[in-house]
T-cell receptor
Framework: SQTIHQWPATLVQPVGSPLSLECTVE??????LYWYRQAAGRGLQLLFYSVGIGQISSEVPQNLSASRPQDRQFILSSKKLLLSDSGFYLCAWGSTNYGYTFGSGTRLTVV | GEDVEQSLFLSVREGDSSVINCTYTDSSSTYLYWYKQEPGAGLQLLTYIFSNMDMKQDQRLTVLLNKKDKHLSLRIADTQTGDSAIYFCAEKKVYGNKLVFGAGTILRVKS
């Protein structure tokens, strides 16, 4: 069965520090992978998605970047965090027609 | 635009039925989804409906789709306190292979 792992669960980082959030998927190959951000516990904003190794599409301009170094690994990064980067970050992998499976999320607080 | 709109808040009594409404934008969307998010957790896929269907029932959940009005609803029968959560409607975009989510509806169930 397919599983998705996301870590860390919570993170407190100072402004200006770097960020690396990792997401891995098991039990499937060549998945579509997604990073979403949820601000203030409500709506989901799509940040990046990837349909294959090294292929990244950015949905909104921002202080973040994404990379896909391996088929089932998706990384969200920042060189210098801003206060506005605080939020709940969710990784997901997408079945073509049956919706996404989400990870458990990372709560990022930038202080 | 890409907005999926939902009612923001719904309060019901335990045992009553809950109806959460959603309007979407893309008449060519093939799949529409309902997700549930409990506090501090990732999103859980509840159910989905294919665009050529009008209704789908799954135990206590009934999804109704009105393609003409681009309106989707989720009915929860015999609502329980464990149903208290945020419910997200999402549409699958034809282009870009991505899901666009509404802002979520907070369901509060009073005992």
């Amino acid at each position: 069965s397919q599983t998705i792992h996301q870590w860390p669960a919570t993170l407190v980082q100072p402004v200006g520090s770097p960020l690396s959030l990792e997401c891995t998927v098991e039990g499937t190959s060549n998945p579509n992978l997604y990073w979403y951000r949820q601000a203030a516990g409500r709506g989901l904003q799509l940040l990046f998605y990837s349909v294959g190794i090294g292929q990244i599409s950015s949905e909104v301009p921002q202080n973040l970047s994404a990379s896909r170094p391996q088929d089932r690994q998706f990384i969200l990064s920042s060189k210098k965090l801003l206060l506005s980067d605080s939020g709940f970050y969710l990784c997901a992998w997408g079945s073509t027609n049956y919706g996404y499976t989400f990870g458990s999320g990372t709560r990022l607080t930038v202080v | 635009g890409e907005d999926v709109e939902q009612s923001l808040f719904l309060s019901v009594r335990e045992g009553d039925s809950s109806v959460i409404n959603c309007t979407y934008t893309d008449s060519s969307s093939t799949y529409l989804y309902w997700y549930k998010q409990e506090p501090g957790a990732g999103l859980q896929l509840l159910t989905y409906i294919f665009s050529n269907m009008d209704m789908k029932q799954d135990q206590r959940l009934t999804v109704l789709l009105n393609k003409k009005d681009k309106h989707l609803s989720l009915r929860i029968a015999d609502t329980q306190t464990g149903d208290s959560a945020i419910y997200f409607c999402a549409e699958k975009k034809v282009y870009g292979n991505k899901l666009v989510f509404g802002a979520g509806t907070i369901l509060r169930v009073k005992s």
